[in-house]
């Protein structure tokens, strides 16, 4: 059974940093590509970031307004993928998903920027 | 950026009707598409890839066409459990999601 955990949501004051992860078990992580997707309360899916397989690369792409503050980064030894945020504001405030491209998702971590 | 561009933004229907939802794409992007479902609180659920691939496990009621940049998801004869927000998404460049169709109880 595939499984995504996130984990390390929670409140950030503006400006502030956050990493959030994604645990994997049930695939083969090394050969995924994996990408973050977050939902601002009561929006839509927003496309967040990309990051491919080491062996196609490991190359990471980012959707305009996260780029240039947000960092997508992955583990293959520990099953894991992150998301480095920096210079958070106000509009980052999601639920922030990990997704395998395109099958599975994980559950979800909140992401609160509020002061 | 490669738009995305779903309507009806909310489609009010009956148990037993056939719905059709519209996904536009600013450019073509070939099939590169993708359908999900979404209930309240929970992630979503992939239905449909490369336009008209049905995943598996997905009831046969759910279907998907389209080329370049119009496409369509039709669910035959929606059901209860049907009701929820559909969301398209391109994977021809990078990737982005249409703003969701509600099916809701007419």
């Known amino acids: 059974e595939v499984q995504l955990v996130e984990s390390g949501g929670g409140l950030v004051k503006p400006g502030g940093s956050l990493r959030v992860s994604c645990a994997a078990s049930?695939?083969?992580?090394?050969?995924?590509?994996m990408s973050w997707v977050r939902q601002a309360p009561g929006k839509g899916l927003e496309w967040v970031g990309r990051?491919?397989?080491?062996?196609?690369?490991?190359?990471?792409d980012y959707a305009a307004p996260v780029k240039g503050r947000f960092t997508i980064s992955r583990d293959d030894s520990k099953n894991t993928l992150y998301l480095q945020m920096n210079s958070l504001r106000t509009e980052d405030t999601a639920v922030y998903y990990c997704?395998?491209?395109?099958?599975?998702w994980g559950q979800g971590t909140l992401v609160t920027v509020s002061s | 950026d490669i738009q995305m561009t779903q309507s009806p933004s909310t489609l009010s229907a009956s148990v037993g009707d056939r719905v059709s939802i519209t996904c536009r794409a600013s450019?073509?992007?070939?099939?590169?598409l993708a359908w999900y479902q979404q209930k309240p609180g929970k992630a979503p659920k992939l239905l449909i890839y490369?336009?008209?691939n049905l995943e598996s496990g997905v009831p046969s009621r759910f279907s998907g066409s389209g080329s370049g940049t119009e496409f369509t998801l039709t669910i035959s004869s929606l059901q209860a459990d049907d009701f929820a927000t559909y969301y398209c998404?391109?994977?021809?460049?990078?990737?982005?999601f249409g703003q969701g169709t509600k099916v809701e109880i007419k």
């Open positions: 997704q395998v491209e395109f099958d599975y």
């Open positions: 049930g695939i083969t992580f090394t050969n995924a590509w």
């Open positions: 990051i491919k397989s080491k062996t196609e690369g490991g190359t990471t």
């Open positions: 450019q073509s992007i070939s099939t590169w």
């Open positions: 490369k336009a008209s």
């Open positions: 998404q391109q994977y021809f460049s990078y990737r982005t």
